[in-house]
């Protein structure tokens, strides 16, 4: 087995249902040994479809999947040896926590003193010790979940796949439960592959995310670069916060900037290759913008603005700010301490905004359909 090439590999699948519609259009995607994948995606993306396509629930409409190399397209779901845990866990609620956790093991015919050890080490390894006794009603959702987790982990599989688990948990459970996966994805080394629509629990967890959008991943990067450096509108508007600006593309050469209808000019970078006169969207993260007093002199170029709103989060102040032109409120990210002295801006408060040049990417507008 060549460990340089990728555990899974999709290589130009389609999936339609009506055979006019593609619901996944040209996937290439290489998933690598013991790495921690998001597909993320809004709904009707083709994440999930590509998650059942790799199960086995799912057949392409053309292209092939391969694992180890070897063709699986055509291999039925119980003989992928994959683990899954969905959404609504899919216990059994007349079978008790341990044997939930041993039916893998014994649809495989493990011998039943095995079956125990391996049960009593999953449910360990999920923190329910003492636990195989009580039935999946009993439990509450963040347990129920667990027994999913140690069910899918207890025939060793080499490929896990979850379809939004963590979605019908409260936010703090949700969150505990993100940083608990993690740390169990490093303990194992086993390869996740996970389905979400929550961008925080995208960026949370994994080592690679993919973007769907209308079929088609729209980026494929670490969760530093895809924050970062997003490589198309829908991907800036889609992971975390931005502010965005509407204009025109004017520029040549690296030295690009994004005209405003009421002539100010934001400089940036062209991150799609515009060309000049283009109409164009310029996004910024709002922790990046800066915020002045509105007899400043600040050093990047700056908008005037207006306060409209103060949202107060705990750890920062969340401003909605009016620059007018006709452009949708600007968001403004300002960190809280204690020792915060200045006072906080308020509404009708006259500010300038600050637009390092580094952190200002402008795209073409996202297309609508």
Known sequence: ?????????????????????????????????????????????????????????????????????????????????FGMVFQNYALFPHLTVGQNVAYPLTVRKVPKAEQAERVKKALDMVRLSGMADRLPARLSGGQQQRVA?????????????????????????????????????????????????????????????????????????????????????????????STVITGTLQGSGTAWALQLPDGQRLPGLNVNHLAPGSPAEACIRPERIALHAASAAPRSPALRATVARAIYYGDHLRLMCDIGAGQAQATVKLPLTRADANPHPEPGDAVLLEFPTESVRIYAPPTVH
């Not at 979605?167 to 389905?195: N, P, S």
């Not at 960026?203 to 990067?221: C, H």
């Open 1 to 81: 087995m060549n460990h340089a090439e990728p555990l899974v590999r999709f290589s130009g699948v389609q999936k339609t249902y009506d055979g006019e519609q593609l619901v996944v259009r040209a996937l290439d995607l290489d998933i690598q040994r013991g790495e921690f994948l998001s597909l993320l995606g809004p709904s009707g993306s083709g994440k999930t479809t590509t998650l059942m396509m790799l199960a086995g629930f799912e057949s392409p409409t053309a292209g092939d999947i391969l694992l180890d190399g070897k063709q699986i397209t055509r291999t039925p779901p119980h003989k992928r040896n």
């Open 149 to 241: 987790l140690a069910r899918a982990l207890v025939f060793n599989p080499q490929l896990v796949l979850m379809d939004e688990p963590l979605g019908a948990l409260d936010k703090q459970l949700r969150e505990h439960m993100q940083i608990e996966l993690k740390e169990l994805h490093r303990q194992l080394g086993v390869t996740f592959v996970y389905v979400t629509h929550d961008q925080g629990e995208a960026l949370t967890m994994s080592d690679r995310v993919a973007v769907f959008n209308e079929g088609v991943i729209q980026q494929l990067a670490d969760v530093e670069s895809l924050y970062e450096t997003p490589s198309n509108r829908f991907v800036a508007g889609f992971v975390g916060d």
